[in-house]
Antibody, heavy 120, light 107 residues
Framework: EVQLLESGGDLVQPGGSLRLSCAVS??????????MSWVRQAPGKGLEWVSG????????YYTDSVMGRFTISRDTSKNTVYLQMNNLRAEDTAIYYC???????????WGQGTLVIVSS | DIQMTQSPSSLSASVGDRVSISCRTS??????LNWYQQKPGKAPKLLIY???SLPSGVPSRFSGSGSGAAFTLTISNLQPEDFATYFC?????????FGPGTRVDIK
């Protein structure tokens, strides 16, 4: 059974940093054509794709608003995907979901989410 | 970026009704369109992928159609557990984008 478990969400001041983790089980992160993504949802708002990492070479992808501030990575030995978030802004406040793409960007499995609040 | 619109933004329906939600994209995305259901306090759940394919475990009352830039999610025989918010999402190219959502309420 595929399971995704996010952790690392917290209250952080503007300009601060946070690292989110997504521990996966039931599959391996090196599956060809599979991409792991982070998708966020601000309180009461819609869904926003943030970043993805995948395929055999670990190619990375970002939405423009986080480019240069967020870094996605993976540790295949720990079956974990990370999202390093630097220079956080109030508009980054959201629930961050980890999602597994069955083939690239079809998000067949989701974690329960972890809450990030950026506030002074 | 590929822009997504959904209509209506909300609707009220009764158990047993047939409901349709429209999703339009700012350019052709062939059939690279997914639909998700989200209930309050829960993660989204994939309902339809590649415009018309059902993942295992999704009831057959859910169906998807369309190609190019116009897509439809149809729920036939609406059930109590179907009252939720529905999002479309394009998987054609990055940045991946979602529609603003359609809330389905009980009439």
């Amino acid at each position: 059974e595929v399971q995704l478990l996010e952790s690392g969400g917290d209250l952080v001041q503007p300009g601060g940093s946070l690292r989110l983790s997504c521990a996966v089980s039931g599959f391996t992160l090196t599956n060809y054509a599979m991409i792991m993504s982070w998708v966020r949802q601000a309180p009461g708002k819609g869904l926003e794709w943030v970043s993805g990492i995948g395929d055999a070479t670990g190619s990375t992808y970002y939405t423009d608003s986080v480019m240069g501030r967020f870094t996605i990575s993976r540790d295949t030995s720990k079956n974990t995907v990370y999202l390093q978030m630097n220079n956080l802004r109030a508009e980054d406040t959201a629930i961050y979901y980890c999602a597994k793409g069955q083939s690239a960007w079809d998000f067949h499995s989701w974690g329960q989410g972890t809450l990030v609040i950026v506030s002074s | 970026d590929i822009q997504m619109t959904q209509s209506p933004s909300s609707l009220s329906a009764s158990v047993g009704d047939r409901v349709s939600i429209s999703c339009r994209t700012s350019q052709s995305i062939t059939t690279s369109l997914n639909w998700y259901q989200q209930k309050p306090g829960k993660a989204p759940k994939l309902l339809i992928y590649r415009a018309s394919s059902l993942p295992s475990g999704v009831p057959s009352r859910f169906s998807g159609s369309g190609s190019g830039a116009a897509f439809t999610l149809t729920i036939s025989n609406l059930q109590p557990e179907d009252f939720a918010t529905y999002f479309c999402q394009q998987s054609y190219r990055t940045p991946i984008t979602f529609g603003p959502g359609t809330r389905v309420d009980i009439k």
